[in-house]
T-cell receptor
Framework: EPEVTQTPSHQVTQMGQEVILRCVPISNHLYFYWYRQILGQKVEFLVS????????KSEIFDDQFSVERPDGSNFTLKIRSTKLEDSAMYFC??????????????FGSGTRLTVV | QQQVKQSPQSLIVQKGGISIINCAYENTAFDYFPWYQQFPGKGPALLIAIRPDVSEKKEGRFTISFNKSAKQFSLHIMDSQPGDSATYFCAAIPNTGTASKLTFGTGTRLQVTL
């Protein structure tokens, strides 16, 4: 079964440092997403990406965040200057277009980001 | 208005029992309601989903009941098994826009005891 792959599984970084979280979506999917989950809380939408541009972003996704699909296969989330409150599990997801494609909305296993 | 409210926060059910998790929403633009199952250290995995033109959907031991007028929907897990122990999230997707972002509920931690 196709998978969304995320690396690394766990990253520890110092406050103020830049981090890049990497994702390889399912190859024929066209919509890409980042969500985050602070420990013990619900999963929150960060950003969606389609046709090489951001299609929607949440209030959480401020100027410190950026996304990129640099080579047609990877999808990255960059946090320019990390804060303690950025510590969370970050999930990448991808899906095929169309409302009926809910069944193809696939999440990766996540990257646990710890900011110290 | 964008929130999806979920209850209970945690649930303990004996093996063989019925687990019931409830969700409510306010945004009438939501028109697709999936449930996700999440095991520790893993991403959410789609369990079952329903559209509001259907009042009930069943897949194996999992059933979604949907009450459009009350804007409520629930997940029933029949014959609950220890392997069902996980966190369950309801979610909703709006019919507007193309991004189809998921709005998640707050989650229910289910423990099925022997």
């Amino acid at each position: 079964e196709p998978e969304v792959t995320q690396t690394p599984s766990h990253q520890v970084t110092q406050m103020g440092q830049e981090v890049i979280l990497r994702c390889v979506p399912i190859s024929n999917h066209l919509y890409f997403y980042w969500y985050r989950q602070i420990l013990g809380q619900k999963v929150e939408f960060l950003v969606s990406f389609y046709n090489n541009e951001i299609s929607e972003k949440s209030e959480i996704f401020d100027d410190q965040f950026s996304v990129e699909r640099p080579d047609g296969s990877n999808f990255t989330l960059k946090i320019r200057s990390t804060k303690l409150e950025d510590s969370a599990m970050y999930f990448c997801a991808s899906r095929w277009p169309g409302q009926g494609a809910i069944y193809g909305y696939t999440f990766g296993s996540g990257t646990r980001l710890t900011v110290v | 208005q964008q929130q999806v409210k979920q209850s209970p926060q945690s649930l303990i059910v004996q093996k063989g029992g019925i687990s019931i998790i409830n969700c409510a929403y306010e945004n009438t633009a939501f028109d697709y309601f999936p449930w996700y199952q999440q095991f520790p250290g893993k991403g959410p995995a789609l369990l079952i989903a329903i559209r509001p033109d259907v009042s009930e959907k069943k897949e194996g031991r999992f059933t979604i009941s949907f009450n459009k007028s009350a804007k409520q929907f629930s997940l029933h897990i029949m014959d609950s098994q220890p392997g069902d122990s996980a966190t369950y999230f309801c979610a909703a997707i709006p019919n507007t826009g193309t991004a189809s972002k998921l709005t998640f509920g707050t989650g229910t931690r289910l423990q099925v005891t022997l």
